[in-house]
């Protein structure tokens, strides 16, 4: 069956609760899978795609219902009126507490958000405004003109239509601009740094992002309960969604779905069965649930949705060839100083790991449309030069100056922002990306949509210029042909290429390449050569990294030698060839 009519039948299979015959029990039952269906969606963006690890979605599911029903109750407010003040109410608590945890890292964030959901149900059920652990009762229904939409029949099409609205918004906010940051948080923080990406702000974004849904899903349960009080907002029910959405498939919009309707649906089928199976009262599902789970993470560790899928996959054969992004406007251009004008200069640059002094009191100048090399044995500190350069280490001490301004020790996302891009010798791409995404990624700071633009669709113009952007500077490394391919399936030598294109989309002024040929295959190497004389003549400067000598020599006007932290020397290619100190240190007499 093709991926095509997926998405049919996935709907033709959500309106059949619709049909006059079927039971309202289950009506109800599949209400509830569908509000808690959206905040596990939230969890897909949150923990799926950005690894941040959330215990307290249920927090924010509180604060959508409470603000919602203390509204309607006590002060009159229409239920629909009260949508936007639940939504705020969500989005506000979600970004404060966002704010002042997610600086922590790992374990310590999911701990802190225990804590959180924690304060939260104790606050509920003891504070007046939200009348304690009886809770809130009477909350009007939802109308629409003269029906109230009491009934769970009733109810339904509005929970398919914010569910159906809300997976349209997630698959539009991760396709976009700031839907590749988020993609990069988790294990391509410091790659995105390095091109303009505020991750501490992503980070930020997809918290609230969750958050809203959850407050969505919270605003519905108070008008579909019609009562609300702490229980269902405790740290119980926090597991319980990041349980749909790791069972379902936390890194796919379907998995959320899929998991919300499986765990809502068995927890109520076992509740029934265990207790008349086993003779006894009590919460035996919660053991069921444990060990399914455990179960599950060892045979299917991506959860149920990409083994549901694998069919569809099947019958789809072989991925379409890669095809070009449509023709859009070209953006505009950085100005370029004139050759021969010195656009940087390090002077006395130390970097101290503890007791190691991996760069110590290197200086050297770059000139405009200048290539220099930076060569020398492994450890001498050129990668660390790099870092210090590009703000992804601050330097321990000395100055750096790019086009007049003082960088040395701003972050890199600054530096990224004045023209200087970058390749690393240990290939930082981000994985389940195309090569296409993630060269778009290098484009970051040449568009401006935000996540709201980019929820709604209104980023398409952007969008299809950043792609044809990515799309030439492919070209012009010579990837076209694997440009729909995952990054992270290609050969190394290619993925090195994909971050020069990357680097490429930046429009730099200066490009810092760090070993860009290691892994090519000769012809590989002869066109990254083509390439980087190209560059050369469009007036771009680059300071390269590279051990294979013919390349180097080739290619540079100047070179920098260090060893063990220090400079060694400085020249053009030949006096550096047959420079003693040099050759003894790193050449060989080969040279
Ligand atoms: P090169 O790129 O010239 O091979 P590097 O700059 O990577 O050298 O490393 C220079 C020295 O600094 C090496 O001894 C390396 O082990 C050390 N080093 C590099 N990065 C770190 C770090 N983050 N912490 C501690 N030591 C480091
Ligand atoms: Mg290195």
Partial sequence: MPHRLLLPLLAALALL??????????????????????????????????GLTSFGQAIFVGFGAYASAILTTRHGVS???????????????????????????GHYLAIATIAWNVSFYYLAANLDLTQ?????????????????????????????????????????LLDSRVGRAIRALRGGALAAESFGVDTYRAKLLAFIYAGLLAGLSGWLYAHLQRAVNPSPFSLTMS??????????????????????????????????LLPALLGAQGNFESIVFGLALVMLLQGAPQGLWP??????????????????????????????????????????????????????????????????????PNGAGKSTTFNLLTGVLAPTRG??????????????????????????????????????????????????????????????????????LAWAQIERV?????????????????????????????????LLLDEPAAGLRHLEKAALSCLLDRLRAEGMTILLV??????????????????????????????????PAVIDAYLGSAA
């Fill in 239 to 272: 597991i319980d969604y990041l349980l749909m959405a790791v069972a379902g498939g936390v890194q796919h919009l379907g998995g959320a779905l899929l998991g919300a309707l499986l765990v809502t649906l068995l927890r109520d089928q076992l509740q029934s």
């Fill in 478 to 510: 010579g990837l076209a042909a694997v440009a729909h391919l995952p990054a992270d399936s290609l050969a190394l030598g290619q993925q090195r290429l994909v971050e020069i294109a990357r680097a490429l989309c930046l429009d730099p002024v200066l």
């Fill in 307 to 376: 083994l549901l899928m694998r069919p569809f996959a099947r019958w789809n054969g072989p991925r379409a060839a890669a095809t070009p992004p449509p023709a859009a406007a070209p953006l505009p251009q950085r100005a370029r100083p004139a050759p021969g004008t010195e656009i940087l200069r390090a002077e006395d640059l130390q970097k101290r790991f503890g007791g190691l002094v991996a760069v110590n009191g290197v200086g050297f100048h770059l000139e405009a449309g200048e290539v220099v090399g930076l060569i020398g």
């Fill in 546 to 579: 590279e051990h294979d000598m013919d390349f180097v020599m080739s290619l540079t006007d100047r070179l920098v030698v260090m060893n063990f932290g220090a400079e060694l020397a400085q020249g053009r290619p030949r006096e550096i060839q047959r420079n």
């Fill in 399 to 468: 100055a750096v100056r790019f086009l007049g301004t003082p960088i040395a020790g701003l972050p890199a996302r600054r530096i990224a922002t004045l023209g200087i891009a970058r390749s690393f010798q240990h290939v930082k791409l981000v994985h389940g990306m195309s090569v296409l995404e993630n060269v778009a990624l290098g484009a970051h700071l040449r568009g401006r949509a935000g996540a709201l633009r980019a929820a709604l669709r209104l980023d398409r113009a952007e969008e299809a210029r950043l792609l044809a």
């Fill in 79 to 105: 239920p629909w009126a009260a949508l936007p003040a639940a939504l705020l109410a969500a989005g506000v608590m979600a970004a404060l507490i966002g704010a002042l945890t997610l600086r922590l890292r």
């Fill in 132 to 172: 304690r652990n009886d809770g809130i009762s009477g909350i009007p229904p939802l109308r629409l003109g003269e029906t109230a939409l009491t009934e769970a029949r009733a109810f339904y099409p509005l929970v398919l239509l914010c569910l159906g609205l809300a997976l349209l918004a997630t698959r539009n």
């Fill in 17 to 50: 609760p619709l049909l006059p015959g079927f039971p309202p029990f289950w009506v109800t039952l599949l209400c509830y899978a569908g509000l808690a269906a959206l905040v596990a969606l939230g969890l897909v963006v949150l923990t799926g795609v950005a």
